[in-house]
DNA sequence: AGACTGGCAGCAATCGATTACACCTGCAAT
DNA sequence: ATTGCAGGTGTAATCGATTGCTGCCAGTCT
């Protein structure tokens, strides 16, 4: 591999040349030439390593999400990618699979490569940002925001979204309506279940906690909490599924033991994937996640432009529907 | 951030022994509790990017994939990621939306970077390996291998597929079964489609090429193909998908059509993503996409740890089967 | 003519960790 | 007592690019 050693010595300059002519710094027209063409000769592709250390920083953003197969997040990150991209950096991924201590540790990668910025959708409310607070390592927290950090933060009106989601099954005629919510750590989970609850009482609904579910933001998990719902003495006849994925458990459960959707009404949040085969007659309310990681995107951006100042909390608003 | 320098002086010892500590060579037992003492002390967390520099590589493998967000390459992903994980890689996931141009940039990125090795789903059969076989940086192909490189590659039996495809909906019926393929570049396309070709004229098809569709493995250019078919002047009564994305746009074009999927067979490559919400009635040739990505990882891995030899290629078998 | 200025190029330090080599100590063999 | 050896530690070079500082030269001003 050429180094810029080599390609000075092809050319006849110092290395301190060649770097302001790869570098666009001032450097006479006539020199300029006769690096590129000793670069382009030599096939010199600067060594990204060498030059991350030292100026101590990299053209790489990472991603934390808490789980790849769930297309939210990868609508997320398609939105990250595509923003990134534009201003030349690279995106790594990485997968948390909703666990805190894989979390930590790929924070610590994240660290030990000195990339330029963190984008995180957080595992838990308890992650622990304090490594990337503490090296002033630009961060941006996306969907669920960790407590106890003054970072940048873009996130939806999740008990906004949950109110709605509750209010238009009511108003599709529903009276006992439910909850299958997330863990109770994620910030997710709790506010849109808080939503749920806040019409439900308002509509004069009573024992509440029997009406909600915690899962796991996975299919299985809603399947499971839907089963115990419909196995409930009193159960509902309608329910709000917080995720994408369990709204899919959920869906299968009912279809499963016989009901129609509209038997029961399912409000869900964030598309289902690929809409074209989904079901039809559930109320969504539309998660624009490659939105959220464009914002995310240009905050961060931002930050790493040497931008300084507070965190900024953005909350996108989501649309709820409902389809036919 | 506290640097090895900082350890070495705190511990009142050299940065050698520090980082001999820290690496496990020979280091007397004192000596290293007062060392591993400083550096928790100290939260001393080794730059990567120094020990990259030094040792010329990493502990990051890139994965390049065409599209993030087809379910089968997250769980392609899924795979490598668990496989390196268990090795101490972290995975770097590049997607290059199926362009040969970004696919370009980014193993430029994966060289600069120094990266151990690259696990990479080809955007084209013609794509560019030179530059990493040239670095004699391991390489793994997946799913789809460029022509023309001594690489190891892993990859399912794609014309037994296809074939196996054409058979199962002739066998439940259907005489005028058609094809709806990839783009021409791409190998997995062509070879599905040869092994749809091969059966058809077996049972005495003619004019193949009016029942072949070339389309962009997304849902809409599925949608679209399917149209065509439908609008052609003697149209199939059934039609092999090659992969899952043109597969759910087909399936929808044809409900939308008014016809059921007994009145028209479908087969289709690679799960329904989410397959609780999916159509029943279609014929599915189950692409083990994880176990795809463990056995390149695997091979990737033997690779780094120092295995020479010619390029290796291994062919996962498909397991067709029809969904009830 | 002499002083000064600005533009450009090179030298060498630097980023942080690894590691070849030198060196020291203590102990065993001669 | 001297030599040899082994195990452990330190010194300093090294990876490749960036950049502060210095120096040179031509052109301008007085």
């Known amino acids: ?15 301190a040349t060649v770097s302001r002519v790869m570098n666009g710094a001032k450097v006479s027209e006539d020199l300029a030439v006769l690096v590129r063409h ?28 808490p789980d790849i197969e769930n297309p939210f997040f990868t ?8 923003r990134a991209q534009e201003a030349g950096f690279s995106v790594v991924l990485c997968n948390t699979d909703e666990d805190v201590v ?13 990339v330029a910025g963190v984008i995180l959708a957080a595992a838990s409310s308890r992650s622990d ?13 996306v969907d669920r925001v960790p407590h106890g950090y003054d970072v940048d933060a873009v ?16 108003d599709r005629g529903y009276t006992r309506v439910g909850c299958i919510t997330g863990p109770e750590d994620v910030e997710t989970a709790r506010l849109r279940e808080e939503g749920w609850r806040r019409v439900a009482a308002e509509r004069g609904l009573e024992g509440l906690d029997e009406l909600v579910r915690f ?28 995720n994408n994925l369990m709204g899919i458990g959920a869906v299968q459960t009912l279809l499963a033991a016989g009901l129609s959707l509209q038997q029961f009404g399912v409000a869900v949040f964030g598309d289902f994937p ?3 085969l989904a079901p039809t007659g559930v109320s969504v309310v539309h998660l624009p996640a490659r939105q959220l990681g464009v914002t995310a995107a240009d905050l961060l951006l931002k930050r790493i432009g040497g931008e300084t100042g507070p965190g900024r909390r953005v909350v996108l608003k989501n649309e709820p529907f409902h389809r036919e």
């Open 1 to 15: 591999m050429a180094t810029i050693q080599d390609v000075a010595a092809h050319a006849g300059v110092s290395t």
């Open 38 to 65: 000793s670069a382009s000769e030599l096939k010199f592709v600067p060594n990204r390593t060498a030059r991350s250390l030292r100026r101590q920083n990299s053209e790489v953003i990472a991603l934390i999400i």
């Open 75 to 82: 609508s997320l990150a398609r939105g990250v990618e595509d």
């Open 102 to 114: 894989k979390e930590e540790r790929y924070i610590g990668v994240a660290i030990a490569e000195n």
């Open 129 to 141: 940002l304090s490594r990337l607070v503490a090296q002033r390592r630009p961060v941006v927290a």
């Open 155 to 170: 996130t939806f009106s999740d008990a906004d979204g949950g109110a709605e989601a509750a209010t238009s099954l009511f």
């Open 215 to 242: 899962a796991d933001y996975r299919v299985n998990g809603g399947a499971q909490a839907m089963k115990e719902l419909l196995d409930s003495p009193e159960p509902p006849d309608a329910v709000v599924v917080t």
């Open 274 to 276: 690929f809409a074209p």
